[in-house]
């Protein structure tokens, strides 16, 4: 469903100039392959980038990886120091990917984009080991891989050991509600200034078009039945994030449910610590200590 047309010019209008005037736009990448692959509708080409580790292994084990940006932003390559990490300390092949960016392409295109990549890689079994696929993402990326993970089982496109775990990085596991209405762990409501506020609704809502239920389990994952999931979870979040309280209330659930749940919490860092510019920082030292984490959840699963 898409937007009005009044209203995706609003949200155009918000969304455009802070594209352009994005001071946090990643460095180029620097991967060791790359291709696309043609969107579920037709209409798009969505791009991976590939890195290999220094032992190929053939079919490999693949971690499928997804960035952050709110829906809204292009910082696919964001997450390139990350990628490097995984295939230096492990044997996983990793893949990048790209997917639809809101207003111009709200929901699903996005969570389409990610399902046919994992379909994609399932088609490749010589290429790829299907019992050794591994999601992760970061922010928004991280909630479009608990959304493909669990659907993807849930209406039966995959086996349930297909996926074989998933690792997110401070994901917002509801969308019922604006960022800015979201208290922090100690139950907090920081002020936010009201053009910050707009913004933020601007976020969500371009994700969101109208008629869209935002309870809907493939957007806010936190409803999901939790069985749909993947045996092994690796949830990450920061302690003064407003996404904190409802990923650990995520990991929480899941556990109960009998998975195997691994949540670490850093505390004294913010939503995003992990892209830290200034090495030797404690966000620096945070990003290694997650990285490694994630390294040894990997190799774990194998």
């Not at 990048?96 to 984009?113: I, M």
């Not at 290429?127 to 993402?137: A, C, F, K, P, T």
């Not at 990991?251 to 995003?272: I, N, P, Q, S, Y």
Request: with cysteine.
């Amino acid at each position: 469903m898409a937007h009005s047309y009044l209203g995706y010019l609003w949200l155009k209008a918000i969304i455009t100039p802070l594209r352009v005037f994005d001071g946090e736009k990643p460095a180029p990448p620097s991967p060791d392959d790359s291709f696309t692959f043609k969107s579920q509708d037709g209409q798009r080409e969505v791009k991976v980038n590939v890195y290999r580790p220094k032992t190929l292994i053939n079919p490999s084990p693949v971690l499928l990886n997804w960035n952050g940006g709110a829906f809204v932003f292009d910082a696919h390559g964001a997450d390139d120091l990350f990628c490097r990490r995984i295939v230096e300390y492990t044997s996983y092949t990793v893949l990048d990917a790209s997917y639809a960016l809101a207003p111009e392409y709200p929901f699903p295109s996005a969570l389409e984009d990610a399902e046919e990549l994992v379909l994609q890689v399932l088609a490749k079994p010589k290429e790829y080991d299907g019992q050794h696929i591994v999601l992760s993402g970061f922010s928004s990326g991280g909630n479009l891989a608990l959304a493909a993970a669990s659907n993807l089982r849930k209406e039966s496109k995959i086996s349930n050991n297909a996926i074989r775990g998933v690792a997110v990085f401070y994901p917002p596991t509801s969308i019922e509600v604006s960022p800015a209405e979201k208290k922090l762990l100690d139950g907090t409501l920081p002020p936010i200034p009201a053009p910050l506020k707009i913004l933020m609704g601007a976020f969500r809502d371009s994700y969101l078009p109208p008629g869209v239920d935002p309870s809907d389990p493939r957007i806010s994952v936190f409803n999901a039945d939790p069985d749909a999931f993947p045996d092994n979870v690796l949830i990450i979040t920061a302690e003064k994030d407003r996404l904190a309280p409802e990923a650990e209330e995520l990991a929480w659930k899941l556990e109960k449910a009998g998975k195997k749940v691994l949540l670490k919490r850093f505390d004294g860092v913010r939503h995003g610590f992990d892209k830290a510019k200034e090495e030797g920082s404690d966000d620096a030292k945070y990003r290694d200590e997650a990285y490694e984490l994630t390294t040894k959840f990997l190799s774990g699963l194998q």
